[in-house]
């Protein structure tokens, strides 16, 4: 796998999407036996360091393939049915079958078309997912990832520009860019028990939360590793938000 | 490494071996010996790691570097995402670094003890249910589980995974009263070292040197002592009063701060007492926060401000500065 697929991948996680096609990439990934593992691997470990329930027979890819494969039949011409019996039966048997080749095609078009539809609406519900799980507390349920259901349009340069494609609890993706989650800005800092806003008098806490730490008996256990929240915390974490 | 992995283990068998009274049940027993050779093996190994950081929904990336030799352990801590903010910790101080910001937090460091081989604290307690929980692969290495489970909700609940093989703790969880994590640490790498280097520990020259704060005290203004100063009315259940010093810090330059470690021998919180009138308190510094699985409570008496951080939960925490009392 080339370090430009990797990337992808990589970039699909995080629903940094600005400048790519998802669709586009998820056609990609599904493609590829090595690319559909990889990111089977990446949800994985993303659900283990979460310490959420881990189907490992579960595939996101594989999901997304069988959903191509099995999605009915779709376009927005008119069928071949509708021509006959709207007058169509004075065409002659050549002018059938180029009918016929048109319109298979055009149903061939129409599939793919709408199989990229569900394989994005797919693709943008995990990563706007997954979006979701980095921007919320460790005790809120996944499954409330999904509720409501406003359209979701794709951009108009996507490969699916025909296609409108419902995904719950979503508006405006793809006319609206999300800003970059960027990890720089991060870091964890201390919250109001009364309102969750973020504290003042921020570094005192931590000059007391480092006395606290050296002077813990938990310590003796678990040596340095209490400074991590001390390492973790970031002064500028939040200032986008 | 070989021969250091031996006689660790030598260690703990031999002292659990000698010890170990006969009522206490076979698997919390091993589950007690489990934590008793992490809490060694973490001290006494050296070692070299990568490792993931969860707190508030943010997993952070972190590298640290751990050596135990005649001078004693040295410890290197920092975060590979973003800023590089960093601890480091050696026999006399911990320095810590958050570059973006240009400050620098300077205390003293306090000598680690072993605990037990088989630690009362843990096998006794009416607090926790201490059990072995299988085995499990962490890191590519083979590890033992073992859960601390808090029998009310004053304090949190923790998930360990040792390493099967040298002891050393490969991931960690802190769980809240309904067992969902407020809190996680796993190691992604791990490589145990037969020496390091000690110039890897050195500051580098060009980090931040402005605001320094200095909580470590210096010989001529040092008055730390122990005191009797802060009482307790009513303590949650099971935790008691461990010690009391009052020393200068820096977040009271003027005058010195009463400081009272709280445990009940997992759950520890300092209960920091700054002995100002009302007046002089800061509105920011009052009520609750928190930051992952660290609470901390702030609440102004008419002579002082008492301010208790600890990892325990926030009733907890509420509680025990409510039931602070002054003593003239």
């Known amino acids: 796998m080339s370090d430009n697929q990797d990337d992808v991948l990589s970039r699909l996680m995080d629903g940094e999407m600005a400048d790519m096609q998802p669709s586009r990439c998820l056609a990609d990934v599904c493609q590829s036996e090595e690319q559909k593992q990889k990111w089977a691997r990446y949800h994985l470990a993303r659900d283990a360091i979460r310490g959420e329930a881990v189907d490992q027979t579960f595939s996101i890819a594989s999901a997304v393939s069988a959903a191509l494969e099995h999605e009915p039949t779709y376009s927005n011409v008119t069928s071949l049915s509708q021509h006959s019996e709207t007058g169509a039966a004075a065409a002659d048997q050549q002018s059938r079958v180029e009918q016929t080749a048109s319109g298979k095609a055009r149903s061939r078009w129409g599939l793919g078309a709408a199989g990229l539809g569900v394989a994005a609406s797919a693709a943008l519900a995990t990563v706007i997912g997954l979006d979701y799980f980095q921007n919320t507390g460790p005790t809120a349920a996944p499954n409330t990832v999904v509720a409501g259901s406003p359209t979701l349009t794709l951009p108009s340069n996507s490969v699916v520009n025909s296609a409108t494609v419902s995904v719950p609890g979503l508006t405006g993706i793809g006319t609206q860019q999300a800003p970059v989650d960027l990890v720089s800005n991060r870091g964890s800092y201390w919250v109001s028990g009364q309102n969750g806003q973020r504290v003042g008098a921020e570094m005192r806490l931590n000059q007391l939360l480092g006395d606290h730490i050296e002077h813990s008996p938990n310590a003796d256990w678990r040596g340095m590793l209490p400074y991590s929240r001390l390492v973790g915390y970031d002064a500028s974490a939040g200032a986008e938000q | ?328």
């Open chain 2, 1 to 328: 490494m070989r021969q250091l992995k031996t006689s660790l283990r030598g260690w703990v068998f031999a002292a659990v071996s000698t010890s170990l009274p006969l009522s206490v049940a076979a698997d919390e027993m091993d589950a007690a010996m489990l934590l008793s050779t992490m809490s060694t093996a973490m001290q006494t190994l050296n070692y070299e790691g990568t490792f993931v950081h969860i707190q508030n929904g943010h997993a952070d990336l972190m590298h640290i570097l751990h050596a135990n030799d005649e001078n004693g352990e040295s410890e290197r801590m920092r975060s590979l995402n973003g800023e590089a903010r960093e601890v480091i910790r050696n026999n006399s101080l911990v320095t810590c670094i958050w570059p973006g910001s240009n400050d620098v937090i300077v205390n003293k460091s306090k000598p680690r003890t072993l605990i037990k081989p088989v630690d009362s604290a843990l096998t006794d307690s009416d607090m926790y249910l201490i059990t072995t929980q299988g085995k499990d692969r962490v890191a590519g290495l083979a590890a033992n589980v073992v859960s601390v489970v808090p029998k009310d909700d004053y304090r949190y609940g923790y998930r360990f995974w040792v390493d099967t093989d040298t002891g050393m703790m490969l991931r960690s969880m802190v769980l809240d009263a309904r067992q969902n994590p407020v809190e996680e640490l796993m190691f992604t790498s791990i490589t145990y070292l037969d020496s390091v280097d000690p110039q890897r520990f050195v500051i580098d020259p060009n980090e931040p040197q402005a605001q320094w704060t200095e909580n470590a005290e210096n010989e001529e203004n040092s008055i730390r002592r122990v005191v009797d100063k802060v009482r307790f009315d009513a303590l949650p259940n099971g935790f008691e009063e461990r010690s009391e010093t009052l020393r200068m810090m820096a977040v009271r330059k003027d005058s010195p701060v009463s400081h009272v470690v709280v445990s009940d021998g997992i759950a520890t919180v300092s209960v920091y007492v700054e002995y100002v009138a009302r007046a002089q308190h800061d509105p920011s510094a009052l009520g609750s926060t928190h930051m992952g699985a660290i609470n901390a409570y702030g609440l102004s008496l008419p002579t002082a401000l008492v301010t208790v951080v600890g990892e325990a939960p926030g009733k907890a925490v509420e509680s025990i500065a409510r039931a602070t009392r002054l003593v003239n």
